[in-house]
């Protein structure tokens, strides 16, 4: 599914050299999304199938503070084709053929994906038969995860478990409010040139907040990794810098360029704190199809958010664009909050079940069918709680990591 999504994205890309007007634009803008939308929730299925929740945090961050990588490279491309002068090829003819290059490279990552990504450990062709058995137990491991590797059938049960789950509703709103802040990754580039900086010199200053998601995105995980049960404060204090950033832009002279960029640079820390969030809230949800409703519901709230938030950058507002930066503002005072708050539930629930008594018998067992004999009476076998898709609610010797 990731495979023709990357594929149809490929296609797409290309697809914008043969845009001719507006309307054309958005059909392709249009379908980037649809094939884009897989993407984060698909890698988050995968990452958590072969790695535990200990390490899916700094595997998480790395694969997403790629997006920074990104932002960089294209940035000096633009930098680069802006300068190229050509007789009969003006400069924004350029985008065309890159658009086409990109989609060309990207058509060729569909096709390796499609035949060198494993599914799950159990089908990897890169470990040996004993090390998928391996793999799939570290992951299965009591102490470990007990968040389960793929089942192929869609339980409404656990749909109905995940939609009635106050953290999933929870992670949905911060998921919302850091989606509504994105918008102002949209209208940067507008807002430096707005500062009084060239054509130019906004394109390469523009490239500087990709370095920044690397920089605070590989700090962020990697404290998160080194202190145990850290992800929430680490989260919440990516977002002081943010407000920092807001206070620089709102009140310094409009003569401060320095300091107004500055600000900007700074209001767009928080993306760790979102990282960590969608990693968190991954690694703290079990049961399949549990994860794979609970993973869309923060995805499509964080989309909601980032639909809704360019309606607030409105002509009348600029050019200190007080009300917009006023919203920002007060979404990162909440969603730092949301995240101490889901912390203190979290560990309530922990509590209530390290007192809960233990039955010796059927400690890390569940009874469980296994076949019918001919003269119809039932077998029944004791299975490891961690090899069932058994849900976080369900499983009581599963702990939420904090």
Not at 201 to 209: A, V
Not at 365 to 377: K, L, S
């Amino acid at each position: 599914w990731i495979s023709i999504n990357i594929f149809i994205w490929a296609i797409t890309l290309a697809c914008h050299a043969a845009c001719k007007n507006f309307v054309g634009l958005v059909v392709v803008r249009f379908l980037l999304g649809v094939s884009e939308g897989s993407i984060t929730a698909g890698f988050l299925i995968l990452s958590s199938m072969f790695y535990t929740r200990t390490e899916q945090t700094l595997r998480f961050g790395y694969w997403f503070l790629m997006n920074g990588v990104g932002r960089i490279i294209s940035g000096f491309i633009s930098f680069g084709v802006s300068h190229i002068k050509t007789a009969g090829f003006e400069p924004w003819q350029w985008s065309d053929m890159l658009m086409i290059i990109t989609g060309l490279l990207t058509s060729i990552l569909a096709v390796s994906f499609w035949f060198l990504f494993p599914d799950s450990p159990t089908n990897a062709w890169f470990l040996t038969p004993d090390e998928r058995t391996k793999a799939v137990q570290r992951i299965k491991a009591p102490q470990e995860n007990q968040t389960g590797v793929e089942n192929k059938h869609f339980k409404m049960k656990q749909m109905i478990e995940a939609m009635t789950d106050p953290k999933t509703w929870l992670f949905s709103l911060f998921s919302i409010l850091c989606g509504v802040t994105s918008s102002l990754g949209n209208q940067q580039s507008l807002i430096i040139a707005s500062f009084g900086f060239t054509t130019f010199q906004t394109t390469l200053l523009s490239c500087f907040p990709g370095a920044i998601d690397i920089l605070t995105i590989f700090t962020a995980v990697r404290l998160a990794a080194r202190r145990r049960n850290s992800r929430a404060y680490v989260g919440a204090a990516y977002f002081v810098p943010t407000w920092l950033g807001i206070l620089l832009v709102i009140l310094l002279p409009w003569s401060n360029q320095a300091g107004l960029l500055v600000g900007i640079y700074l209001s767009a820390t928080f993306v760790p704190g979102f990282v960590l969030a969608l990693s968190w809230f991954n690694s703290i949800t079990a049961g399949h199809t549990k994860k794979v409703v609970t993973n869309a519901a923060f995805l499509s709230a964080g989309c909601i958010g980032a639909a809704v938030g360019p309606f607030m950058w409105k002509a009348q507002y600029k050019p200190r664009d007080y009300v917009p930066w006023a919203i920002i503002g007060a979404s990162h005072v909440i969603c730092p909050i949301l995240l101490l708050t889901i912390r203190a539930v979290l560990a309530r629930e922990n509590r209530l079940r390290d007192a809960e008594p233990i039955d010796d018998e059927e400690e890390d067992y569940v009874r469980v069918i296994a076949g019918i004999t001919e003269d119809g009476n039932r077998v029944e076998v004791n299975v490891n709680k961690e090899f069932l898709d058994m849900t976080d609610r369900q499983n009581r010797d599963f702990r939420y990591v904090l």
